[in-house]
């Protein structure tokens, strides 16, 4: 039934593959189960319910696309826009949280309608291949730098931004360790993928995460919530209470719009809108780039449904109460893992609905656990590089622009804007738009995006 329902044979790969898979994407991933509470909380949400929310949103938008689509891309409350729900949104501009709730679904039926009349395949096709190899190799860099970061290895500095960890100090116990252990994880899951274990990735978070209970159990490792470093033992598997998801259901439709002007929803709603189709966009360009999903003509068979499944999710989680669902950039660790059918997503998906229960548990993963795996993905991703043209200026510059972006800005959407802008405006300047091809479309996102930098 498995085979006929998602074609495993046809992308050459079998069940266990994609079990594997799945189950490695939903490791790297967990984290949005701990992460997206805490900063939606900060709104006046109720944690527990935007847990409960978070997982059951993740689970019907990944289900939806391993049954639209076929395709082994898993989706989540994505970050960055739960910060700009929570802290522009909310506490900044000062509208209510279920104002927020309600921008965040019009822009999933937007979606739904843009997708309906292909205008977000018809943008994806657009881009030209060689901005899209550019756009998985910074996904590569902008996950691998988000993977140091969980680890604390790279942290701020207020001279030069960021810094590499300090060991020595009162807190090598917690941080220090920690960060050790993520190093000490890398190396394991470098290991393990140079002996072609199958599955290594997701041994590599296992075995840091045993490390880490090790660690703390002989007190090498000791908790420092300040620090943000959480025990690492379990201490409770299940929860059944289910009751806390009714301070969200629903509550977008009670939305108070009075004192909120028509354009100052709208622009609110844009700009979910805007970062949500790029940051999906990139997220699809890159992952199916990694998984050879591409077509000769740098399209991605089945789009539609990709877009629809990632559409749909952005509704369901604003009805259960969580911001804008999108696909996640960690599903190229499941690619990576050999995923290449929906049965990865389906997986994913399960483990996400499983989460409600054993959230507990699934919460004790620790992020220095999770972070090898993001950093070996970014490695992977690297390979797109050698598709890219850099002796022919036209094209390498945009590209490198594109790379350089994304870890920079800490943005898939703005390193995709830049990426266009300085490819489009190069190539016409230098008289390459007829030999280029560039399509109407590409003019047109030009445009928009200068506009954007200008008015927003």
Not at 111 to 129: C, K, Q
Not at 334 to 339: D, H, M, P, Q, S
């Amino acid at each position: 039934m498995l085979e006929k329902f998602f074609h495993l044979k046809e992308n050459h790969t079998d069940v266990k593959t994609e079990i594997m898979a799945g189950i490695t994407t939903f490791m790297t991933m967990a984290y949005i189960l701990a992460v997206n509470p805490n900063i939606l909380s900060a709104a006046g949400m109720d944690s527990k319910a935007v847990l409960i929310a978070t997982a059951l949103a993740s689970f019907i938008a990944t289900a939806l696309m391993a049954v639209l689509a076929n395709y082994p891309f898993a989706l989540a409350p994505g970050m960055g826009l739960n910060a700009y729900f929570a802290y522009t949104v909310v506490l900044t501009m000062g509208y209510s949280w279920q104002l927020a709730l309600m921008a965040v679904f019009v822009e999933g039926v937007i979606f739904i309608a843009l997708s309906l009349t292909n205008v977000r395949e018809g943008i994806f096709n657009a881009i030209p291949m060689t901005l899209k190899s550019a756009v998985s190799v910074g996904i590569g860099l902008f996950v691998a730098f988000v993977g140091l970061q969980n680890a604390k290895l790279i942290v701020n500095s207020d001279s030069t931004l960021v810094t590499y960890q300090h060991f020595k100090g009162a807190t090598f116990h917690s941080v220090g360790v920690g960060a050790i252990l993520a190093l000490l994880g890398v190396v394991i899951t470098a290991i393990l993928l140079v002996k072609k274990v199958k599955g290594g990735i997701l041994y590599g978070i296992l075995i840091t995460w045993l490390l880490g209970i090790v660690c703390e159990l002989t007190g090498i490792y000791v908790p420092d919530v300040e620090a943000g470093m959480y025990s690492v033992i379990p201490t409770a598997f299940v929860s059944f209470d289910f009751s806390a998801l009714g301070e969200t259901f629903g509550q977008v439709f009670k939305t108070d719009f009075s004192g909120v002007g028509l354009l100052n929803f709208f622009a609110v709603m844009f700009s979910f809108l805007f970062v949500d189709l790029f940051d999906t966009l990139g997220t699809l360009i890159g992952v199916a780039s990694k998984a050879d999903m591409l077509d000769e003509d740098g399209r991605l068979p089945n789009i539609k449904g990709a877009l629809m499944a990632d559409s749909i999710g952005t509704c369901v989680g604003a009805v259960l109460g969580t911001s804008t669902t999108t696909t996640f950039v960690e599903s190229a660790s499941g690619v990576t893992e050999g995923g290449r059918t929906g049965l990865t997503a389906m997986t994913t998906g399960v483990l996400f609905l499983l989460a409600t229960i054993f959230s507990p548990l699934f919460l004790t993963i620790p992020s220095f656990a999770t972070a090898p795996a993001l950093i070996i993905v970014g490695f992977y991703m690297m390979g797109s590089a050698v598709k890219i043209d850099f002796n022919d200026p036209s094209e390498g510059i945009p590209a490198f622009l594109t790379i350089l972006a994304m870890p920079t800005a800490y943005s898939i959407s703005e390193g995709i804007a830049i990426g266009i802008i300085s490819w489009t405006i190069i190539n016409v300047v230098t008289g390459k738009a007829k030999e280029k091809k560039i399509s109407p479309l590409m003019y047109v996102l030009t445009v928009l995006f200068i506009l954007k930098y200008v008015c927003l």
